[in-house]
């Protein structure tokens, strides 16, 4: 099946810093989301984004489906931005998710 | 419009016994997921309905099932319980006018003791 791996596992910034988070996937695939999980366990959509960019206020992404990897920016990163961050993928209504980046922003 | 909702949001059993979760999608989306999500196994596809029909299933044991009522509703049922069981259950919904994007409910937490 697909393997999906993100990168890194752990993130630790201050507030107003700048990140990015990498999702590799192992085939290629016709869907892929990403997720924002908050403490309380509500996974969020953030994008959905086989392929191209997008842009979200301090967010953004790029997947780029030929070389089979998605890249999610964070910019001027917020307390609030804290939580685990999931890419995950599919060919069918089944998604694959990977084991996430954790990240902690302090003040 | 509401968004997904689970029913109970927590629940303990004890090894053994059954357990019923709830799931009621957006109005108007007829595709309901479910997820289980474990510290050791992370997020794991249990099954996908669709017009009352199950669509797609993951790698769980015949313990684990569920079913979609004619209102989209859906709910699976875990038999037998065993402690390993114990996780965040999440599901998830889509409309087929945009048939890949999936919204999550809270989850339902459960603890098997």
């Known amino acids: 099946g697909i393997q999906v791996e993100q990168s890194p596992p752990d993130l630790i910034l201050q507030e107003g810093a700048n990140s990015t988070l990498r999702c590799n996937f192992s085939?290629?695939?016709?869907?892929l989301q990403w997720f924002h999980q908050n403490p309380w366990g509500q996974l969020i959509n953030l994008f959905y984004i086989p392929s191209g960019t997008k842009q979200n206020g301090r967010l953004s992404a790029t997947t780029v489906a030929t070389e089979r990897y998605s890249l999610l920016y964070i910019s001027s990163s917020q307390t609030t931005d804290s939580g685990v961050y999931f890419c995950?993928?599919?060919?069918?209504?089944?998604?694959?998710f990977g084991t996430g980046t954790r990240l902690q922003v302090f003040p | 419009k509401a968004g997904v909702t689970q029913t109970p949001r927590y629940l303990i059993k004890t090894r053994g016994q059954q357990v019923t979760l709830s799931c009621s999608p957006i109005s108007g989306h007829r595709s309901v997921s479910w997820y289980q999500q474990t510290p050791g196994q992370g997020l794991q596809f249990l099954f996908e309905?669709?017009?009352?029909?199950?669509?797609n299933k993951g790698n769980f044991p015949g313990r684990f099932s569920g079913r979609q009522f004619s209102n989209s509703r859906s709910e699976m049922n875990v038999s037998t319980l065993e402690l390993g069981d114990s996780a965040l259950y999440l599901c998830?919904?889509?409309?087929?006018?945009?048939?890949?994007?999936?919204?999550f409910g809270p989850g339902t937490r459960l603890l098997v003791l």
């Open positions: 998830a919904s889509r409309s087929y006018r945009q048939q890949e994007t999936q919204y």
């Open positions: 309905y669709f017009s009352e029909t199950q669509r």
């Open positions: 085939d290629s695939v016709n869907n």
């Open positions: 995950a993928v599919g060919n069918t209504d089944k998604l694959i």
